[in-house]
């Protein structure tokens, strides 16, 4: 008897397995929410070992105590945006920029280290805002091919959008002696960076 039942608990799960497997590939469209990342070093989890740069935390010890191996993340550990996706039941969120990442239905993350809301911020050091942005409509367009312009503006909508921006425009070392810095006042540069942000947010509104 006991075998017959264990027997029956078996098939039960094997069932359970293969009817859950369409939601696992986004079957399940009406409560599916997809993450998409912009901004620093506090969310960048690796696109920056993909770009000619200096600004990489590619080495020992950065990932020590949960990926151990060093990702690119600025962390010994997961990021912010990594727990948040994991709380959402999403996998972790791989850089745009990976080699190979075509697979956008769970979101994408565009965060560079040292990336700010201007273009001049660590220019030529890093993916900068106006770019991710760039690379969002790419993943837009993408996910219209495969989804259909319906189901990836449902997509769109409902997904969630996480930044980290603002503070390098503020703190890079290369910053204070720039002639760039230097020729607007503290005013119109708080203005600058707070419009630009705008500028994005407003784009992704408008998706
Ligand atoms: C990478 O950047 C460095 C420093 O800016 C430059 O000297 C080098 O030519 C660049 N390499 C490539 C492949 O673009
Ligand atoms: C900025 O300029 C000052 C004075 O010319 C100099 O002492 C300092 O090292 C410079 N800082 C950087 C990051 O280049
Ligand atoms: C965005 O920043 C640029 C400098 O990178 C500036 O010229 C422009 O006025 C800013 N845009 C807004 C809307 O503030």
């Not at 027997?7 to 039960?12: G, K």
């Not at 280290?113 to 106006?130: F, P, S």
């Not at 409902?158 to 290369?174: E, H, K, M, Q, T």
Request: glycine residues 8%.
């Amino acid at each position: 008897m006991a075998s017959s039942s264990s027997f029956h608990w078996c098939v039960l799960f094997v069932y359970a397995i293969l009817v859950n497997v369409p939601t696992t590939c986004y079957g399940d469209h009406d409560h599916h929410v997809a993450l998409f990342v912009f901004g620093d070093s506090l969310f960048d989890p690796g696109n920056n070992n993909y770009i000619n740069t200096t600004a990489r935390a590619n080495f020992w010890p950065y990932g020590e105590t949960f990926f151990k191996y060093p990702t690119g993340r600025s962390s010994d550990g997961r990021l912010i945006t990594d727990f948040i996706a994991e709380y959402a039941k999403l996998p972790l969120i791989p850089p745009y920029k990976q080699p190979g990442n075509h697979h956008f239905i769970n979101g994408a993350n565009f965060a560079s280290g040292g990336a700010g809301a201007l273009v001049e911020t660590n220019q030529g050091l890093v993916i900068d805002l106006k770019t991710q942005l760039r690379y969002f409509k790419h993943v837009e367009r993408l996910l219209r091919q495969q989804l259909g312009d319906k189901e990836a503006k449902k997509l769109l909508s409902r997904a969630v959008y996480l930044f980290s921006i603002g503070n390098n425009d503020y703190v890079s070392p290369f910053l204070s002696n720039s002639s760039f810095f230097q020729s607007y006042s503290r005013e119109e540069y708080v203005e600058m960076v707070n419009g630009n942000l705008t500028a994005v947010i407003k784009v992704i509104i408008q998706t």
